[in-house]
């Protein structure tokens, strides 16, 4: 993880000297509004009811998505697509502990468009569901326990 935020580090600075001072406004203000919700999602999430969770997830979604064609932010283009893809899969899986699997398949469906724009190696549901089983690690969604559902 130190490494990551170093190489973030170097290639910042070397984006802020090819671009401005702009650029490093645009670039830090996203990255502490998308960090703040993420943070909010990690104390919320985890005692949410599923539709408390759905529409945490959608907030999220709705905040990367101010970011997607602005190219002096870390959040545009395919990352943006990825993590519009991973969430969905989230919010498909929230459905399904709600029994809802008609409108989880919905989400599905855009999750495997979202992947295939950001162009990841696979998009394979099963693919999809193993960067996502990851990624979970780090973020719980307490609606998915047993007992834990609400509506």
Not at 4 to 30: D, H, P, T, W
Not at 65 to 73: G, V
Not at 103 to 115: G, H, L, T, V, W
Request: charged letters at 30%; hydrophobic letters at 40%.
């Amino acid at each position: 993880m130190k490494r990551l935020l170093l190489m973030l580090a170097i290639s910042f600075n070397g984006m802020v000297l090819a671009n401005g001072e702009e650029f490093a406004v645009e670039f830090v203000k996203s990255i502490e509004e998308v960090e703040g919700y993420i943070a909010m999602m990690r104390e919320l999430l985890p005692e949410a009811s599923c539709s408390e969770a759905k529409e945490i997830l959608n907030g999220y979604i709705k905040v990367l998505a101010k970011y997607k064609d602005n190219e002096k932010t870390p959040f545009h283009g395919k990352v943006f697509f990825g993590d519009k893809a991973v969430t969905l899969i989230r919010i498909a899986n929230v459905l399904e502990v709600q029994g809802n699997s008609s409108e989880a398949n919905k989400y599905r469906a855009e999750a495997r468009i979202a992947c295939e724009k950001a162009q990841w190696s696979s998009c394979e549901e099963v693919e999809i569901d193993r960067v996502v089983g990851e990624m979970n690690k780090e973020l719980e969604i307490g609606c998915k326990r047993k007992g834990h559902a609400g509506t």
